[in-house]
């Protein structure tokens, strides 16, 4: 994650990253979840497009996949659609941060 940031250069607004989903969220709709842009910096955020040297494979988050380390598993984003940087991650769904966050009332941040 830490060098897409550095491609990217967000914006100085920018305090948190939205992870969008090809697959659909329990309750229908599609899938997100937020990190913040200080979470995913740590070295135990990063973006799985292989696991043990191989391409990784549909069942386990193909194309691309999110994996914070320092989170519970529904922080991790599997068949990453497309990434966000955004100012607040109240600016996406109902604001809670993610669509577990949003239809759930789970807690924004599950740091283990």
Known sequence: MKT???FVRPRPEV???A????????????Y????SL????KPQCLLASEMNGQPLTE???????L???NQLGYKMVKWIERI???ESEKELGKGEGGKNEDDEYFDLLPNI
Not at 38 to 41: A, D, I, R
Not at 59 to 65: M, N
């Open 4 to 6: 897409l940031i550095e």
């Open 15 to 17: 305090k948190a990253v």
């Open 19 to 30: 992870f969008f989903s090809f697959g659909g969220a329990l309750y229908g709709g599609p």
């Open 32 to 35: 997100y979840d937020t990190q």
């Open 38 to 41: 200080e979470n995913v910096l």
């Open 59 to 65: 069942v386990y988050g193909a194309p691309l996949r």
């Open 67 to 69: 994996r914070v380390e």
């Open 84 to 86: 966000e940087f955004v």
